[in-house]
């Protein structure tokens, strides 16, 4: 079980002499070497969500230990000779959330990028499944399609991510017009704005103002610019500050008396009994 991460990405000379270059996704399992250890990220890039997807993936790998490779020692993630002496039959791969699509897939390209899974997966040694808690229907779109290319792979999503609606102009416009004019993202990445936060992190899916501080602001709405000269975001660097993951473990969902009373009348319709002992 591999949690869905960021991952190296090298640049190479698309032509010799040239000054432009393309990134390109490395291996995530190492060529040439089948004991080698994936390497993932420098040290000094700092974890997303897959920290926390990685400790329930920890925990579960603790609670099926017959049944999942938990190379508990090290707390690194199986070589292709791992998999192979373990005999492996199925690849999971854990997100928390798939929004444009382009973090996951690319991962799951970089897991099939080593010679040996190709192998696997042709000859319907192994499965791949990828399991998401949510996903944008854009981004399930792009992943069902990777899937249906690749025979043997498979995308479970638990639930469908809330999104901004797309349609709703004024909406749309004041993310547009209080970012700064420099923003690349304004209504967040892929054009692909969703309305969810988890308490671990906040998606860069989410439109720019609601998680990008910006010390001198210079908004994109020029009538805005004598008025705000800064900017403190909900959820800066798309982390959840401490004080609001408090309050919002305070706040209790409240249901309407006149949802009560509706729910109380069906009842009563659907039971004659109750209304004739009323």
């Not at 070497?33 to 920890?58: C, H, M, R, W, Y």
């Not at 609670?63 to 938990?70: A, C």
């Not at 390209?109 to 499965?127: A, D, F, N, V």
């Not at 408090?246 to 069906?266: D, F, H, N």
């Amino acid at each position: 079980i591999f949690p869905v991460r960021e991952l190296i990405q090298v640049q190479e000379d698309e032509t010799e002499g040239l000054e432009e270059t393309q990134l390109q996704t490395e291996s995530y399992f190492p060529l040439g070497d089948d004991d080698a250890i994936p390497v993932v990220q420098p040290n000094n890039i700092p974890l997303g969500s897959e920290a926390f997807v990685s400790n329930l993936i920890t925990q579960l790998c603790r609670r099926n230990r017959d049944k999942v490779i938990s190379p508990e020692g090290n707390r690194l993630d199986p070589t292709i000779n791992n998999l192979r002496a373990e005999r492996v039959d199925s690849l999971i791969l854990v997100d928390d959330l798939i929004g444009s699509g382009n973090r996951t897939k690319e991962f799951i390209e970089s897991i099939y990028q080593h010679p040996t899974i190709k192998s696997w997966l042709s000859g319907k040694h192994i499965e791949i499944h990828i399991v998401s808690y949510m996903a944008s229907d854009k981004g399930e779109k792009l992943i069902s399609k990777w899937c249906d290319q690749y025979r043997n792979s498979t995308l479970h999503v638990l639930k469908k991510c809330p999104m901004l609606n797309m349609s709703d102009l004024d909406l749309i416009s004041l993310c547009e017009r209080y970012a700064d004019e420099k923003e690349r993202l304004p209504i967040g990445y892929g054009d692909n704005p969703v309305r969810v936060v988890f308490t671990h992190s906040a998606p860069n899916n989410l439109p720019a103002i609601l998680y990008r501080n910006k010390a001198k602001l210079k908004a994109n709405d020029r009538a805005l610019r004598s008025k705000i000269k800064a900017w403190k975001a909900l959820f800066p660097n798309r982390a959840l500050v401490e004080a609001l993951k408090t309050e919002l473990s305070e706040v209790q969902s409240v249901t309407s008396i006149k949802y009560l009373l509706r729910e109380l009348l069906k009842i009563v319709q659907l039971n004659p009994e109750i209304s004739d002992t009323s």
